[in-house]
């Protein structure tokens, strides 16, 4: 079940992808750490957000 927004979605992969980035042009195994944001950003479900109860989809299951 999804958690995560549509534009929580979008900062996530667009911040992986830049975290990245900034790890490859740095030459820096700290790039490594934007997979997170960037697969929860293409799952659409943070584990922390599953565990808190916190939601920011707005597609309701019901």
Known sequence: MKNVG???RVVRIVAGVA???A???YQSWWGAIGAVPLL???MGWCPPYAIFGW???SIKKG
Do not use: A, E
Request: glycine share 20%.
């Open 19 to 21: 975290i990245i980035g």
């Open 6 to 8: 549509s534009i929580d």
């Open 40 to 42: 929860t950003g293409l």
């Open 23 to 25: 790890g490859v042009y």
């Open 55 to 57: 939601n920011t989809c």
